[in-house]
């Protein structure tokens, strides 16, 4: 549905995920009864989150959680866990810096160069631990270290940044030709984010075995205010869904998983992506809110650093449990920020469904609730 804005601009209607609600059916079933498992190419998990590459929420230590804990943790290969051997104190400055101190003082923090054998030795750390290893870099750092990356044994590559495009143009630099690039790896890549039909469907042609869903959607986030761009997420990944589908049928068959990637900040939220088409998401302040995270109660990703135009702030969420109890409970807590798999398990049951494909088929209605 279109709306006219002006008598020379018409816009499309679309929807966030408080702008949408999930209907029950005719049938219930027991929590206990359903899976919420999740499998990309050979590697399976017993939930379907991802930790985002976030300084603030994934440290090696994190990453090894997460993966006990039945997902996986994402590291940030161009965070201060590959730029300093011992990146404690100052994590725990940012946690102290005055706001309007903030931006600055991290620009200079990571201002210090990446260093590959810190690369290699924080994948080590994590592969170690048994656990599925994953890393990720940005589109603009990728030729640079994904040999050392890959050599370094990673499972999982991730190519995340505001927005991946199949088709960056540059008068500058030649620009990462992601076809090539993926076809020639051994290991599955994930890449994003993407916010239209037309950018996933690009990104699934190059062979990618996942795209991650948002545009700088998050708590931390200030692209809406600094560039004027903007997802609304529960359009954003009902389009790539249809992407994915219509890939399937152009492909004869091949399977590119929906990855929902912002403005996931309650369970409520993620019920609602894997509800539009997510086969599984990637939560950054969800889970920066636990008291083993690395922000320590606070929260920032790439953007806020970003050394000539900063599209984020750090910002505080507070530390409220352990990771664990997020993930799995029990809890006090009603607001729906901890004991994310539960809530998850039970939306499902009392919808009916019994795993994550056949939750994508529940109804859908637009029912827009503000609480402000």
């Given at each position: ?29 027991d ?23 976030m ?11 997460m ?8 590291l ?6 590959t ?8 994590l ?23 260093k ?6 924080r ?14 870099l940005?589109?603009?750092?990728t ?156 929260h920032?990703?790439p953007?806020?650093?970003h050394?000539?135009l900063?599209?984020?702030?750090r ?14 409970g029990?809890?006090p ?5 901890a ?8 939306s ?14 529940v ?10």
């Open positions: 549905m279109e709306i006219e804005i002006g008598r020379s601009k018409r816009a499309r209607r679309v929807y966030a995920f408080d702008d949408i609600a999930i209907v029950p059916s005719r049938r219930t079933r929590p206990e009864d359903v899976s919420v498992s999740w499998a990309i190419d050979a590697y399976q998990f017993s939930i379907p989150f991802l930790a985002a590459p300084d603030s929420v994934v440290s090696p230590n994190t990453a090894i959680m993966g006990q804990l039945g997902g996986v943790g994402v940030d290969l161009e965070g201060l866990w730029r300093y051997d011992d990146p404690e104190p100052l725990a400055e940012i946690r102290d810096l005055p706001a309007h101190r903030a931006t600055a003082r991290m620009q200079e923090m990571y201002a210090e160069p990446i590959p054998s810190l690369v290699t030795e994948l080590a750390q994590i592969r170690a631990a048994g656990v599925t290893v994953a890393g990720a940005s589109p603009q750092r030729q640079e270290l994904y040999e050392t990356v890959v050599a370094a044994g990673v499972d999982l590559f991730v190519i995340r940044g505001t927005t991946v495009s199949a088709e960056h143009v540059s008068q500058n630099q030649e620009p990462l030709n992601l076809k090539k690039f993926i076809y020639e790896l051994d290991v599955p890549v994930i890449v994003g984010g993407a916010a239209t039909y037309t950018a996933a469907l690009h990104l699934m042609r190059t062979g990618a075995a996942g795209v991650l869903v948002g545009f700088g959607g998050g708590a931390a986030s200030t692209t809406r205010a600094s560039l004027g761009i903007h997802a609304p997420m529960a359009t954003a990944v009902a389009d790539v869904a249809g992407a994915r589908r219509d890939y399937m049928d152009e492909s004869g068959g091949r399977y590119v998983h929906v990855i929902a990637d912002g403005g996931l900040n309650t369970s409520g939220d993620i019920v609602k992506a894997i509800a539009c088409g997510a086969d599984a998401v990637m939560l950054g302040t969800a889970l920066a809110r636990a008291t083993d995270a690395p922000g320590g109660g606070f920032w990703g953007e806020v650093h050394s000539k900063p599209r984020g702030m910002v505080e969420v507070g530390a409220l449990a352990p990771l664990e109890t997020i993930l799995y029990p809890t807590i009603a607001d729906g920020t004991n994310l798999v539960g809530a998850l398990r039970r499902m049951a009392t919808t009916g469904y019994s795993d994550l494909k056949e939750f994508q088929r109804e859908v209605v637009v029912a827009p609730y503000r609480t402000n």
